[in-house]
């Protein structure tokens, strides 16, 4: 069974940054899988932000994000970054690591198959 449990979330101020963590088990996490971040925020649907091919790591990012943030993996600890600069407080919202194996990149969000539970990312004015 793949489990994805993230970490790294807080409250920073306007500029500041942080690094979310995702920790994977339990698949097989190489050649035929994509890993994504996506975040949510109250009352807002779902929004992908960032995605990585775990076989070339190839990088696909939202325009939301793009240049602020940076998708990692270390495929030998099953693990997937997302390091986040110059954080502003519309970047607040509860931010989720998935999964998609044998998919298009990047995949699309219905071709993501497990969650994890999230991690809170509060940024203040």
């Known amino acids: 069974q793949v489990s994805l449990v993230e970490s790294g979330g807080g409250s920073v101020q306007t500029g500041g940054s942080l690094r979310l963590s995702c920790a994977a088990s339990?698949?097989?996490?190489?050649?035929?899988?994509?890993m994504g971040w996506f975040r949510q925020a109250p009352g807002e649907f779902r929004e992908n932000i960032a995605a990585?091919?775990?076989?070339?790591?190839?990088?696909w990012y939202a325009d939301s994000v793009k240049g602020r943030v940076t998708i990692s993996q270390d495929n030998t600890k099953k693990m997937l970054y997302l390091q986040m600069t110059n954080l502003k407080p519309e970047d607040t919202a509860m931010y989720y690591c998935?999964?998609?194996?044998?998919?298009?990149?990047?995949?699309?969000?219905?071709?993501?198959?497990?969650w994890g539970q999230g991690t809170q990312v509060t940024v203040s004015s």
């Open positions: 339990g698949g097989d996490f190489t050649s035929r899988s994509s």
């Open positions: 998935a999964v998609a194996f044998y998919t298009q990149f990047p995949p699309k969000m219905v071709d993501y198959s497990y």
């Open positions: 990585i091919d775990a076989g070339d790591e190839s990088t």
